[in-house]
């Protein structure tokens, strides 16, 4: 099913693109698609894939972010779950982590019930947004040449950073990672933290 | 404004200093009153990253987030905060995230703002619906001890925690209408 989106590029390329080489970097992926998304880049430890909590993505990366200091942290979302949390915007630009990214793979739709059109549809810039909030840095990508630059960017952990992605309304095939979160949670925290993780 | 504890109460100091004992690194807040003794100390603590909020429920969010990468989070916010939580403390509950709260409350005793009565009525419950455990400190003497169990039941048992400090402790305001 492929549905009118003013974007072209494919999101599993995308995503696949910016986890290549992914060194140190921890990810939240949004519920719905994005959670898939990067479950078809190669499921991972250091992937916390969200079945819930619409809205909370980039919340999760900014606390994760300011505990990690040295590492970059990367949150994947769609527009829809970027428009239910836009405050976090405003928050993440006074918090001011510089390691922590947020990129939204804008479909302009809502795909998990049935691509409704979203805001972003209807002339909503949620790069000028992020931009009014006073994030430092801010790519609008429309094109595939513009990907490679967003990953160097995401690695160089000199943001915050946010980039809307605008790409195909398309239903890709379900790609579903775990679904229990103590799991989900306690993978990270191990990867990140060892074994003494568990005795914290 | 609401009413902030007088410059005289103990307890707001006591409270930071358990928050450090025990290890918090990220305090969560939209600004209260209730909480304003706090919160300043916290922001003037190198080793804590207060984070000011737009909303209650994105602080949800940064606890687990905080937790993810090492680090304890803690809430502060007032009763109709709780409110906006409701559907993310979820997180918790599917993560078995620690997060504790600590919540002033509003339309709890002796209000005088009748836009507060029906979330703070209703603040203890919609916590527990979503599987929070809620302790009460309605005396001063109550608030540190309680405050300490929330923190190490959150910590302990992997689960969200709230401590609701009293309208009691805090006082009404009552915009000059005695």
């Known amino acids: 099913m492929a549905m009118i989106s003013s974007g ?42 969200l079945w819930g909590g619409m809205g909370s993505a980039a919340s999760i990366g900014l606390g994760l972010a300011l505990a990690q200091p040295r590492r970059p942290v990367l949150v ?37 019930t049935g691509m409704q059109r979203t805001h972003t549809g209807a002339g909503v810039d949620l790069a000028a947004m992020a931009r009014g909030a006073g994030i430092p840095r801010v790519h609008a990508v429309r094109d595939e040449a513009e990907v490679a630059p967003l990953r160097a960017a995401i690695h160089e952990a000199s943001g915050p950073l946010f980039a809307q992605v605008k790409i195909k309304a398309d239903a890709l095939k ?24 568990h005795l914290a | 404004m609401d009413v902030a504890p007088a410059a005289t109460e103990e307890w707001p100091g006591a409270l930071f200093a358990l928050l450090k004992s025990h290890g918090i690194r990220q305090v969560a807040f939209v600004p209260d009153a209730g909480h304003s ?50 559907n993310m403390l979820s997180l918790a509950t599917l993560h078995r995230t620690p997060m504790p709260m600590i919540v002033t409350m509003r339309g709890d005793f002796g209000e005088f703002n009748p836009a507060q009565v029906p979330m703070g009525n209703a603040t203890q419950t919609v916590l527990e619906a979503m599987g929070t455990l809620v302790r009460r400190a309605d005396h001063r003497e109550d608030v540190v001890p309680t405050v300490d169990a929330t923190l190490r039941m959150a910590f302990n048992t992997f689960r969200p925690t709230a401590t609701l400090i009293g309208q009691r402790v805090l006082g009404a305001k009552t915009f000059g209408k005695e």
Request: glycine share 12%; net charge negative; proline share 6%.
């Open chain 1, 174 to 197: 379900l790609v579903l990672p775990p679904r229990e979160g103590a799991y989900l949670q306690a993978r990270m925290r191990e990867a990140i933290l060892g074994p003494q993780a």
């Open chain 1, 8 to 49: 072209t590029l494919d999101r599993r390329a995308v995503v696949n693109a910016l986890l290549a080489e992914r060194g140190e970097l921890a990810v939240i992926a949004g519920l719905g698609a994005p959670a898939w998304d990067i479950t078809a880049a190669g499921d991972h430890p250091r992937n916390l894939p």
């Open chain 2, 37 to 86: 003794h706090l919160i300043r100390r916290c922001e003037e603590d190198p080793d804590i990253k207060a984070v000011v909020l737009t909303t209650e429920e994105e602080g949800i969010g940064l606890m687990l987030g905080a937790w993810l990468g090492g680090e304890r989070g803690v809430l502060l916010m007032q009763s109709s905060g709780v409110g906006n939580c409701i």
């Open chain 1, 76 to 112: 994947i979302t769609g527009d829809g779950e970027m428009l239910m949390g836009l405050g976090t915007l405003a928050t993440i630009a006074v918090a001011r982590p510089p390691n922590l990214s947020i990129v939204v793979l804008d479909n302009e739709h809502y795909g998990e």
